[in-house]
Nanobody, 125 residues
Framework: QAQLMESGGGSVQAGGSLRLSCAVS????????LGWFRQVPGKAREGIAT??????TNYADFVKGRFTISKDNAEKWSLQMNSLEPEDTSMYYC????????????????????WGQGTQVTVSS
């Protein structure tokens, strides 16, 4: 059945780097917008970055210049995280957009249909 799976999370000291990956199984994401989100307990899920099928990217202000989203193909995409800060500590999720060929500029959660289970990132000071 359809499934998204994140990998690459872990613990790192402030200023360090991690690379997260997302792999799709059971369905295709060809032509769909792909994204990364994060959520901490007690707070709403927030968008980090998205990438369209033709490679256009969009980033949240709080990660510009530090994080980079990329994709190998429609079934695998990544998030390179540099200069990590304690405030980046969160559960990170990958997701695929609901509508074919459309990528919301505002990282609307309800515009993404398929979600991974999350991978924990912990940044210590």
């Amino acid at each position: 059945q359809a499934q998204l799976m994140e990998s690459g999370g872990g613990s790192v000291q402030a200023g360090g780097s991690l690379r997260l990956s997302c792999a799709v199984s059971g369905f295709t994401s060809e032509g769909y917008c792909l994204g990364w989100f994060r959520q901490v307990p007690g707070k709403a899920r927030e968008g980090i970055a998205t990438i369209t099928s033709d490679g256009r990217t969009n980033y949240a202000d709080f990660v510009k210049g530090r994080f980079t989203i990329s994709k190998d193909n429609a079934e695998k995409w990544s998030l390179q995280m540099n200069s990590l800060e304690p405030e980046d500590t969160s559960m990170y999720y990958c997701a695929r957009a609901r509508a074919w060929g459309f990528c919301p500029a505002t990282f609307a959660i309800d515009s993404f249909q398929y979600w991974g289970q999350g991978t924990q990132v912990t940044v210590s000071s």
